[in-house]
């Protein structure tokens, strides 16, 4: 072999100097971390890293969520939060801090990355410690909060609407698909089935034939009846977004454009003769699908109802102050 082919070892200089160097082009997109293993923040990517032995890594052993910074402000952050102490709950991970402690951290990261408008994502975890299994071994739960750009998907989404195609990928089983954890392996992979076949996305189902969710949003209705359905949420994820929606839909009922606001099982064959479809999330916000496994969705447009819900929702990051927290950003 030859001596320049050896794998090189780097002392402590060095490899600060090799994590500078290996920062990419698209670190340009990751604002500030607060990572609780320094005890505060970095702006610098080369610094946004994780301990190898952190559980997070090699068992995943940790939970997550995402939050929007809009217009500098987060929005729905404490609805957002209490999903992430459920899922806390559920993937027994003790919080190294107490929640508010936890908030103000997430605040002050949005604030220390100076963006006004950005994606929020925290995570928990059980730690670092080792490389077994159980917890027991950690020194205590991690806690790592990303500012980072804004998610966003092509206009077309909206103006055109997108294609679904049913899962092949198995769902998680309902305990699993209630918490937010970092196994997201069926996620991606209904993803990439449904890109494999030329659509944007994938389509859960259960075991009893009912449609569960997409690969990170929820999935909803209005049928021919005008009712606004979506599934209920026992066997997925509570979507923060929808939730809201329930409510931003009423003024749709009030004003006569949907007719009711139904939640509980939706089938297969019920989905499929929808007048309207639609992809609901904190990435997606809502998104119109024209068409399932080849069939056009009602006239195979983008519908109405996702269209106000939409401005609803637009409406709601600008204007709604008990749903937005303030970010104090230096200088204000
Ligand atoms: C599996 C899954 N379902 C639904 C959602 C939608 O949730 P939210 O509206 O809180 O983004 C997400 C995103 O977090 C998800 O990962």
Redesign the pocket.
């Known amino acids: 072999m030859a001596e320049n082919d050896r794998t090189p070892s780097f002392d402590s200089n060095e490899a600060a100097a090799r994590l500078r160097a290996a920062v990419h082009a698209k670190a340009a997109n990751y604002y500030a971390m607060y990572s609780s293993v320094l005890g505060g923040i970095v702006t610098d990517p080369a610094f946004m890293v994780l301990p190898l032995d952190d559980h997070m890594v090699h068992r995943g052993h940790s939970v997550f969520d ?1 939050a929007i910074l809009a217009g500098g402000r987060l929005y729905q952050l404490d609805q ?1 939060l209490e999903r992430f102490l459920r899922s806390a709950e559920m993937a027994r991970i003790p919080l190294p801090f107490p929640v508010e402690k936890l908030r103000q951290i997430i605040i002050d990261t949005a604030a220390a990355s100076g963006r006004r408008d950005a994606s929020v994502r925290y995570w928990l975890s059980a730690g670092p410690g080792g490389f077994g299994l159980g917890p027991a071994e950690c020194v205590g739960s991690s806690f790592y909060v990303i500012i980072f750009v804004a998610e966003f998907y092509p206009e077309s989404f909206y103006s055109q609407g997108l294609k679904v195609v049913t899962s092949s990928v198995a769902i998680k089983p309902p305990f699993f698909a209630r918490v ?1 954890s970092t196994n997201y392996l069926p ?1 991606v992979l209904v993803l990439l089935e449904a890109k494999d076949k030329g659509a944007d996305n994938g389509v859960f189902i259960d075991h009893h034939g009912m449609i569960a ?1 997409s ?4 999935v909803a209705f209005v049928t021919r009846g005008r009712v606004f359905r979506h599934p209920p949420f026992d066997a ?2 509570s ?4 939730q809201r929606l329930f409510q931003l839909a009423r003024h749709l009922v009030e004003s006569g454009d949907l007719k009711d606001i139904r939640i509980g099982d939706v089938p297969m064959e019920e989905g499929k003769a929808a007048a309207e479809m639609m992809l ?4 997606v916000k809502v998104a119109p699908v024209v068409e399932w496994d080849g069939r056009a969705i009602g006239d195979g447009k983008p519908g109405p109802i996702a269209r106000k819900l939409l401005e609803l929702w637009r409406e709601d990051i600008r204007k709604a102050t008990d749903q937005l927290v303030a970010v104090p950003y230096a200088g204000q």
């Open positions: 995402t957002h937010k996620n969710e690969s990170n949003m929820n997925i994820l979507g923060v977004t929808v609901v999330g904190s990435s």
